[in-house]
């Protein structure tokens, strides 16, 4: 049995991120595996205690997420995570993945970097975070081993950073958690009488950050007729350009889309079901991503497309998706008509069906491929 650590941090600022180790673990404890167990160290054991299971088991770790001052100068002047160390002997821990390396480490450490955002917009980052990163990045010279969530993004890897050659890289996509017998389970009746939505609508599931590009959706509303609205969920609040949010609503009142271009924040998950099931196509115009969320989810939902036209978009490949340049607010209008007057309920119904079938390998998939790297990572050290 090879114990495997994951430190979890539970913040408010990076939804996807939690998302993504919720779904692992979801992913993780549906096979019960008999060769890996993983322990979810993080700061609030209450909000993940859900995902104890038999491959997984969460803990509180005050010494990861609340190091003494000590520690944190030995980590400084010596590039070791002691903390890490620590937890390594108290659970047997043979292996730690999606943490940075230490210089010297009891186990192996495994990095892992969702995209390189920061090397296409640095202008969204300070030069602290972009130091930082780039930090992390060179940090896997000393374990010799990254992971990604897209071949996207392992290109790019081996593109900005050509002298890390001695770095094994491993590729693995991630399935979201999905209820499929939730997302019909509320009616449309009742989530249009809820969100106040009258007319046929588009749904744009992302966060409020500034690379997530809403605001050329609201230069495509201002050219197409009054019965297009597009119904926006997610954290309105973006840490690195924080007058972002307001400077797209002022965008949106210039156009005058008030009733248009909907924003309702952060929404239950069973009213995010009932938005993408009866939305007329879901949109994600974000000029950067490492594996989306909002693609995979509305690909395993079943659920038609339209997306910026981004390696990652279409190494995603979800069905009967539209492109459009992220840039070009224009063809990404001509991409809602578009979808208005091809929607035809019979092959929406087959596709969602198709779309059903598929999801439970995805997720299979997704534990067999983390066990298959865990294993490999493992054989080279």
Not at 322 to 328: E, G, M, Q, S
Not at 360 to 373: C, H, M, Q, S
Request: hydrophobic share 40%.
């Amino acid at each position: 049995m090879i114990n495997v650590g994951i430190t979890v941090r539970v913040a408010d600022g990076w939804l996807g991120g939690l998302n993504y180790f919720k779904s692992l673990a979801v992913a993780l404890n549906n096979i019960s595996s008999k060769e890996v167990h993983v322990f979810f160290l993080t700061n609030d054991a209450a909000a993940l205690s859900h995902l104890n299971g038999k491959t997984v088991t969460v803990k509180e770790s005050s010494r990861v997420f609340c190091p003494s001052l000590l520690i944190r100068f030995l980590r400084k002047i010596t590039s070791i995570d002691f903390s890490l160390w620590s937890e390594s002997i108290e659970n047997d821990i043979t292996i730690f993945t999606h943490v940075q390396p230490g210089r010297y480490s009891r186990v192996p450490e495994v990095f892992w970097m969702p995209d390189f955002q920061h090397k296409y917009y640095p202008e969204f980052f300070n030069s602290q975070e972009l130091l930082s990163r780039d930090n992390a990045i060179r940090s896997t010279a000393w374990s010799r081993e990254i992971l990604f969530s897209s071949a996207s993004a392992e290109r790019d890897f081996r593109q900005f950073y050509p002298e890390l050659t001695d770095v094994r890289s491993h590729v693995l996509r991630f399935a979201p958690i999905l209820d499929v017998n939730a997302i019909g389970a509320m009616s449309e009746s009742s989530i249009r009488e809820k969100y106040k939505l009258r007319n046929t609508f588009f749904y744009l599931p992302n966060q409020f950050w500034k690379h997530k590009n809403h605001q050329v959706v609201v230069e495509a509303l201002s050219a197409l007729s009054d019965d297009f609205v597009v119904v926006c969920s997610g954290e309105t609040r973006d840490h690195r350009n924080p007058e972002y949010i307001q400077q797209l609503l002022a965008k949106v009142s210039s156009a005058g889309l008030n009733d248009r271009f909907k924003i309702l924040g952060v929404v239950p998950r069973e009213d995010m079901y009932a938005l993408f099931n009866y939305a007329v196509a879901v949109i994600n115009p974000s000029l950067f991503e490492g594996w989306s969320t909002t693609v995979e989810e509305a690909k395993y939902i079943g659920k038609r497309l339209i997306l910026s036209d981004i390696s990652v978009h279409r190494e995603q490949n979800p069905a009967d998706a539209l492109y459009f340049p992220a840039d070009r607010a224009d063809q990404l209008a001509d991409c809602m008509r578009r979808i208005v007057v091809e929607y035809d309920p019979k092959i929406e119904v087959a596709r969602k069906s198709k779309a059903a079938l598929a999801y439970p390998g995805a997720v299979e998939n997704f534990a067999l491929d983390y066990i298959d790297i865990i294993k490999s990572c493992m054989e080279k050290m």
